[in-house]
């Protein structure tokens, strides 16, 4: 807006000398107000040559050409912009940037010649993605004025509040920084080294929460897994009811998550013990660190911060690790997340390739992602986003990198630790263990799955797939990780080397070799070009694990792999004479631990099918007690002629009848009252039960009425009901409705 009114700025200053020179010719100078109008408007184009009669006009007349050329400046400036607008979006790479105008400003730059700045008035770009930086507000009205258009084109929206697993749209990517910086800072500090030297048990602590925490949290509780047995404790000094009360799962977890009532300086012993503190993004942050440093000894603190401005001041500064997450979480390759979902995509088209027999190629990469749901494709971004951190556990024990070179006790290790990703994933997000009454393995409208158990309860089919995924995921890794190694692709140097053979033979001399010299040296700038584009590039995650992977690293595994094989075979023949001993008595256990596990699941199962028809059957009883006194009441009112106003039945189905005076129990009318009474609750019960319009069948239902009740409820029944059947060995049915003039049709037996 502010842009746009800028511009709007600049338009009415060209205006100026106009407005001066008719002010001048028509006020000062006497002329007619269209002559003024026509000399003034000359101006612009030079071609006022008299003497000027006074100082308006003679300012006018310097002015107004100097307008004309800024005039035409941005008019050439602005479509020039349009120009490159259009030439980016054909190249198939553009990314219209939106939003304010620091942010959208740095990333258009960042990403360089891609990049479209559209500006911070909203106003519709043609690009091939777009990339939404404006407040969440903003960025929803947008995409939601624009939904049509945006319809087949990669849209990257800011958001904090709305979590990303909720879109339908795959191609709706919703993106937060403090996710971004969540997922980064967890990869780039991996706490395996310090849980191993630990035995797998310690505590982190957050001091303060906020938005950043919670997603700190969230990724260190995926991420931090590195042993089936640990226990690493997440204490967070912070308001996070609003966090518990979203996340209610929590404590499934086997890493317990503790919130503190109380303040961090009332716990000192606990900041002295941690093995990591989070000092976090907060009111006077500053001067908490200052507080820290001087309440604690030997403690270490990761500072987290836009930027390290003060901190240096500090006395103990060497404690402090600070972390300007900003920075990082706004690289333009962390925000769009390119090489975070190709993985996720590739590892759903093994699952699909392992389970449905889909061929693997990158169309059915797509498809196969396409047909996922918001939840399950950033379970797939879990699960590779976690495979980074095993691969530098891999990496830290010098196992083998491809899955074929890896022992069985190795795999089932992975295998399990996957398990625990899945589990916590789901259990973040509100799922807990439970069986669906359709049979199927999950009830995502209940958030219940049955596979929510520890690992070891598992079925051995359900081992034996986590194995498989393990094995096909994890074959090929060194490859999948390792980057392009050609920044000038060989072809590309082959068809150089042809242009210029061809320019010298097409060509004669000594034009030839003139054009083989022009050739040769626009090349030999695009080489050098893409060679010092290469070097300024910021490393991928890929090429910084492969980089440290030497030589002797990668050979590592292949001689502790030839002492392991040697020394199981030694082990073997003991090993099999106990694992034959052992053999019968296991497969006794198993049955009997398979058939306990199979009564424990029909019992929960059972239970639950009658604890939820308990509780539909008490919202029936109620439903069905209100909506039938209010239907009895109205049926009752009409066919007794209003003298009872109301019907009312109670727990044990008493009923009573309500006039304008009194309350009148049933016992108390007569027997043509209760047969009308017994009739209006028929009639309300059949409507409230059944949904389409069924025919009323009575069966010499007026024997106990008088004349007068016989007419006001056939009356009703005509009103009422499309279809009524009597049944009667009488005729006083018949005499009433000849009386009362009600059509019928008469068949006799």
Not at 272 to 295: F, H, N, V, W, Y
Not at 670 to 682: D, I, K, M
Request: aromatic fraction near 10%.
């Amino acid at each position: 807006m502010k842009e746009k009114k800028s511009n709007i700025g600049k338009y009415l200053l060209i205006l100026v000398p106009f407005v001066m020179g008719v002010t001048g010719f028509t006020v000062l100078d006497g002329q007619p107000v269209v002559d003024s109008l026509f000399l003034s408007m000359e101006m612009y184009f030079l071609n006022y040559s008299d003497s000027p009669p006074n100082i308006l006009i003679e300012i006018a007349r310097w002015t107004a050409p100097l307008m004309t050329a800024s005039g035409v400046l941005m008019s050439i400036s602005k479509i020039r912009g349009k120009i490159l607008q259009l030439l980016r979006y054909y190249r198939g790479d553009s990314i219209a940037v939106y939003g304010d105008n620091i942010h959208r400003k740095e990333m258009v730059q960042a990403l360089g010649s891609c990049g479209i700045d559209a500006g911070e008035d909203w106003e519709w770009v043609k690009a091939k993605k777009y990339l939404l930086l404006g407040n969440e507000d903003e960025n929803f009205r947008f995409y939601g004025q624009h939904r049509e258009a945006f319809a087949g084109h990669t849209v990257y929206l800011k958001s904090e509040n709305l979590a990303a697993e909720g879109i339908l749209d795959p191609h709706l990517r919703l993106f937060c920084p403090e996710e971004t910086a969540a997922r980064l800072y967890w990869r780039r500090n991996c706490l395996y080294e310090t849980s191993c030297a630990h035995g797998h048990r310690l505590q982190i602590v957050f001091l303060g929460f906020g938005l950043l925490g919670e997603k700190l949290l969230e990724y260190a509780l995926q991420d931090n897994i590195f042993d089936p047995k640990q226990r690493i404790e997440y204490h967070i000094f912070g308001d996070g009811a609003e966090f518990q009360a979203s996340h209610r799962e929590l404590s499934q977890m086997s890493d317990p998550v503790i919130f503190h009532a109380e303040h961090w300086y009332e716990n000192i012993p606990l900041l002295e013990s941690a093995d990591r503190i989070l000092l976090l993004p907060q009111k006077g942050q500053l001067g908490m660190a200052g507080k820290l440093l001087a309440s604690t000894t030997g403690t270490a603190f990761e500072v987290f911060t836009v930027e390290d401005d003060g901190f240096e001041l500090l006395s103990g500064r060497e404690r402090l690790h600070v972390v300007e997450w900003e920075k990082e979480a706004w690289n333009p390759a962390n925000v769009l997340g390119t090489e975070m979902f190709e993985h996720a995509k590739k590892l759903n088209l093994h699952y699909a390739h392992l389970y449905g027999g889909v061929e693997e190629n990158s169309e059915n990469m797509e498809l196969e992602w396409g047909k996922l749901d918001g939840f399950t494709r950033y379970s797939n971004v879990s699960a590779a986003d976690y495979h980074k951190i095993r691969v530098h556990m891999m990496k830290t024990d010098g196992w083998s990198m491809d899955a074929a070179g890896l022992s069985q006790k190795q795999m089932e290790l992975l295998a399990e630790l996957e398990h625990i990703r899945w589990c916590r994933y789901h259990q973040f997000h509100n799922w807990r263990m439970g069986i669906p009454k359709n049979g199927a393995r999950k009830d995502a409208t209940l958030r219940i799955h049955k596979d929510l158990i520890p690992y070891d309860e598992l079925t051995e089919e359900e081992k034996k797939k986590e194995r498989q995924r393990e094995e096909e995921h994890g074959k090929g890794v060194m490859d999948e990780i390792r980057p392009e190694k050609w920044r000038i692709h060989p072809m590309e140097l082959l068809v150089f080397a042809l242009v210029i053979v061809i320019a010298v033979i097409l060509f004669s001399k000594p034009w030839n070799y003139l054009i083989a010299i022009v050739l040769f040296l626009a090349f030999g700038l695009y080489i050098w070009n893409r060679m010092k584009v290469g070097k300024k590039q910021v490393k991928t995650e890929p090429e910084i694990i492969l980089e440290e992977i030497t030589q002797e690293e990668e050979k590592v595994p292949i001689e502790k792999l030839r002492w392991e094989k040697s020394h199981i075979t030694a082990e073997l023949k003991e090993k099999r004479i106990q694992y034959d001993n052992l053999g019968e008595q296991l497969a006794e256990l198993d049955e009997v631990n398979e058939r306990s596990r199979e009564y424990e699941m029909k019992r929960q199962a059972v239970q639950m099918a009658a604890d939820h028809l308990e509780q539909l059957s008490e919202e029936m009883r109620g439903y069905l007690k209100r909506d039938l006194n209010e239907k009895a009441s109205s049926f009752i009112c009409e066919i007794t002629g209003g003298k009872y106003k109301k019907l009312v039945t109670d727990e044990k189905l008493h009923v009573s009848l309500m006039t304008d005076e009194k309350r009148v129990e049933i016992e108390q009318v007569s027997r043509g009252t209760v047969e009308q009474v017994y009739l209006a609750l028929r009639m309300a019960v059949g409507e409230l039960l059944c949904e389409e319009e069924m025919p009323v069948i009575l069966d010499d239902a007026f024997a106990y009425y008088d004349e007068e009740r016989m007419l006001q409820t056939l009356r009703w029944l005509k009103e009422h009901k499309k279809q009524v059947i009597i049944f009667t060995c009488q005729t006083r049915e018949e005499q009433v409705m000849k009386e009362a003039g009600l059509v019928y049709h008469k068949i006799e037996l």
